[in-house]
């Protein structure tokens, strides 16, 4: 479920935050320690890691974020907002296909108004009211009993003023993520790609399995995909896969009545074990969500269709467009990583890199 430039209204650095906390727990749950520059400097031991979560329901190990299937950002929330006192709400960033927050019809966009009855917002941009609301539910989801619920009140970002109440539900029916064997999402209309080229049937794949999410607003704005009234948001569906250079993101998007395609090479993202690392800490085969939906900190993106043909380049940090000969090798180069390296290679995952014969990824 991650910032420099936050894929809503300008709170990059908040996501950013909420998505290095995410990782934080990530590793202290995988048995990493986790030690801050004050207290190695005061020579204070290292915290105790936390125990990992694990359901065998859903066969997820590490990030309690997965359990539910989607991740939040903080965004300013104008209602119970005063002059005096500003207030803050999650809203989703993404939806994990086959979670219980797929199934229970939340959607990115979403303002999470409350949780089990009580309100979510929080006089911080940390979102320290539901931090604490997530804890409880997931101290409940430890104790390994079924049947655990989480009534959500929501407003949508498309349906301002107008709530809604959703129940998510543990364990998920299937099919469901971190299942052993992949499932088409059964909430998901199948999507054909309506254009011709090379790039139409990935496209479909990730349309159809995908995470859906709000793409951040750096290569929104970058490549002027446009937002209005009816549309306040970009949505999009990406999957992520790794090798040993870095990350490959796909995003696809019919939001504008074509087809869009964004590449993403990540050359740094913000969950690696080490400092400045360029892989995250666990693969998708390796059944941690996290891999999949790791924030880029530095990236080329590449604007393309179904065609093929590269639109537009641009670099994520610091965000500038590329001239089309600069970006040219780059963009063929992840053109025939998806097309020639990537295939169905696990039966839990979708996609997946396509190994050698002699075990090495391509």
Known sequence: MSDLDSCRGGKAAYLFSMFFRSSVSILAALGWGVVTAEAAAAGTPPPVAEPKVELPALQVVGDPLEDFGFRVSPVFDPAPSTRLLTVYTPVVDLVLPNTAASKAGI??????????????????????????????????????????TWQLVVESVWKPGKTRLVQLELPTPAPHWGATTWQAPTDRVPVVVPEQGPLAPRAGEILNNGIWMILRET???????????????????????WDAAGGHRMLVSRQRGRTDIIFEVITQSNNSPQTGGNTPSRSPDE?????????????????????????????????????????????QAEVEFWLNKVGKTSPLWPLGVIKSSNGSKQ
């Open 107 to 148: 959607r990115p966009g979403d303002r999470i108004v409350s949780a089990d009855n009580q309100p979510t917002g929080s006089m911080t941009r940390s979102l320290r009211t539901w931090e604490h609301l997530q804890k409880k539910k997931w101290a409940e989801i430890a104790t390994g009993k079924s049947g655990i």
């Open 287 to 331: 059944t941690l969500a996290a891999a999949t939906t790791t924030l880029a900190i530095k990236a080329v993106a590449y604007l393309t269709s179904p065609s093929g043909r590269l639109e537009m380049a641009m670099n994520l940090a610091p965000a500038q467009e590329l001239p089309a000969g600069a970006a040219s090798a780059g963009f």
């Open 219 to 241: 290569y929104q704005k970058g490549f002027r995909l446009p937002t209005d009234a009816a549309n306040p948001a970009f949505l999009c569906y990406q999957w992520t896969l």
